[in-house]
Each structure stands twice: as structure tokens, then as C-alpha cells.
């Protein structure tokens, strides 16, 4: 009881004094100015100190929830920005595989127009249109004007004619294949001879050449015209091989395409040549 008392009558004059001490302060700062420099001095020196202090965690915590907001933000944004990039990317490749295309086509126009006045490029749909022959199927055909026999070439030489059709597309027939004769001529002497495929891919024989035929290596072979199946001094490849045969009496020759037949993916029609027989199909 005694050590309550001595505790409640200390902070009983604790109270007095405090109010005393308001009481002075309003006093003086009402009829002195000066007491507010003091005052102004004390908030700066205690009143903010401790209220900057009291406020540090929440500040804190609010500028650490901002930054994760911000962070959140950019890494939505870069995800975006990632996605957008790849986008470009791939139009770029598009624009550029159009711009190599465009490029390509013009120049086998260009090659196409020594050989014919008109010439159509056509795309291969179909490199085995055919089970038994070598025939490939190209993304034209009536509705375009195709007619049977129309000679297909390449940019460096004859690739081979069409033997079908149908409205938006057309077979044909590649001069490798075996059943396929071409009249052709020897360009260096004018000797005519009959080129065939062969049943290795990528290959033109001479069939029954005499043994005095004037052909040699590197001698150039083109259409003669003879027949009226092909228009004439189309190219169509390179002695590549000579060999005599007595025993059969005959020269087997061996002639390189100039184009790389079967594997193309454009080929061109020519417009100002129709052949004079119907080719067999």
C-alpha cells in the first residue's frame, strides 16, 4: 500500500508539473514571438527525427510493394516483347524467303526468254505422279491453257513435256524416263541422233549409235525438232561418256542433263512451239 502511494503521488506531481509546463508554454508563445523559433527548433531536431523513424517501415514496405509491382510489370512486358520478337523474326524469314523466290523466278524468266517469247513458270506439286514412269505434276493445267505435249524446260535446258491434265493441274513426263526418245542433234557436227532416259536417275543414253558416229566427250546435245514433238536447239546436255561395243556393234554413249531433272521445284512452259503429233502417253 505505502509503494502504491509513493507511485501514484509522483506521478501525481509528474502530471502537475507537466501541465505547468503547457500552461507556461501557451503563455510565453502568446506574448512572446520567439518561443515559436523554439518550437519550430524542437520539431526539427525531435518531433521529425522520431516521426521519419516511426514512418520507415511503412515506407519501406510500401516502396518494396511498388518495386514488385514494377518488377511484375516488366517481366509481363518483356514477356510481350519476347513474343512480338520472335513474330518479327519469323515475318522476316518469310519476307526474305519471298524476296530469294522473287529473285529466283525472275531470273529463270529472264534465262526462259532466249528460248521462247512466252514462257509460264509452274510449281511442282508432286515429284512421283507417276508409280511406273518418271512423271512429276505441276499446279497448272486447263484452266491455265496447258495442252498435251506442251514442251517443259528449265533455265539451262529441256526437262520435258506434258502427257495429262487436268483444270488446275498437269503430268509431266521427264526426259530421264526410259520410254521417253528425244530427236536431238549433235551441236559441234549436226549429226542427228535419238536420246532415251535411263533406268538409272539422272541419266540420257544415245540408243543404237553407230560406232562411226563423230561424238565425243563434252560435245553439247540439243532438240533437232525432227518429229515435231520438241522445238528445235533446246539444249538438253553433255557427252559425258564414249565406249565402243563390237560385239554389239554399237557405241554406248552417256549424256549429263543440263538440268537437274526430277529435282526441281519450278519448271517453265513454253508457249510458241505445239507439237505436231500427240505424244504417247
Known amino acids: ?19 505547468f509546463l503547457s500552461i507556461t508554454t501557451i503563455v510565453l508563445d502568446y506574448k512572446y514571438n520567439q518561443i515559436t523559433y523554439i518550437r519550430s527548433i524542437i520539431n526539427d531536431l525531435i518531433v521529425y527525427p522520431i516521426d521519419k523513424l516511426s514512418n520507415l517501415p511503412r515506407s519501406f514496405m510500401n516502396e518494396l510493394i511498388r518495386e514488385s509491382s514494377n518488377i511484375e510489370d516488366l517481366e509481363r512486358q ?11 523474326k519469323i515475318q522476316l524469314q518469310e519476307l ?15 534465262a526462259s526468254s532466249i528460248l521462247s517469247q512466252k514462257q509460264t513458270i509452274a510449281k511442282v506439286i508432286n515429284n512421283t505422279a507417276s508409280p511406273n514412269k518418271r512423271v512429276v505434276a505441276i499446279d497448272k493445267g486447263e484452266k491455265h491453257g496447258i495442252y498435251i505435249g506442251q514442251n517443259v524446260i528449265g533455265v539451262n535446258g529441256l526437262v520435258g513435256q506434258i502427257i495429262d491434265k487436268a483444270f488446275l493441274s498437269s503430268k509431266v513426263i521427264l526426259i530421264t524416263d526410259p520410254s521417253h526418245t528425244i530427236p536431238s542433234v549433235v551441236n559441234r557436227t549436226g549429226e ?13 543414253v544415245v540408243q543404237y549409235a553407230e560406232m562411226s558416229v563423230d561424238i ?55 508457249w510458241d512451239y505445239k507439237p505436231k503429233v500427240k505424244t504417247d502417253e
Open 1 to 19: 500500500m505505502e509503494r502504491f502511494y509513493k507511485k501514484s503521488t509522483a506521478d501525481f506531481y509528474t502530471l502537475v508539473f507537466l501541465i
Open 192 to 204: 542427228n541422233i535419238l536420246v532415251s532416259g535411263h533406268e538409272t536417275a539422272g541419266i540420257l
Open 96 to 110: 526474305n524467303s519471298l524476296k530469294d523466290e522473287n529473285t529466283r523466278l525472275r531470273k529463270i524468266s529472264k
Open 216 to 270: 565425243v566427250e563434252g560435245d553439247i546435245i540439243s532438240t533437232s525438232g525432227i518429229a515435231g514433238r520438241f522445238k528445235s536447239k533446246i539444249p538438253i546436255g553433255i557427252v559425258t561418256k564414249k565406249m565402243s561395243n563390237r560385239d554389239k556393234k554399237f557405241s554406248e554413249i552417256e549424256i549429263k542433263p543440263f538440268e537437274k531433272i526430277g529435282q526441281m521445284s519450278e519448271l517453265i512452259l513454253i
Open 78 to 88: 518483356l514477356r510481350v516483347l519476347e513474343k512480338e520478337n520472335i513474330s518479327l
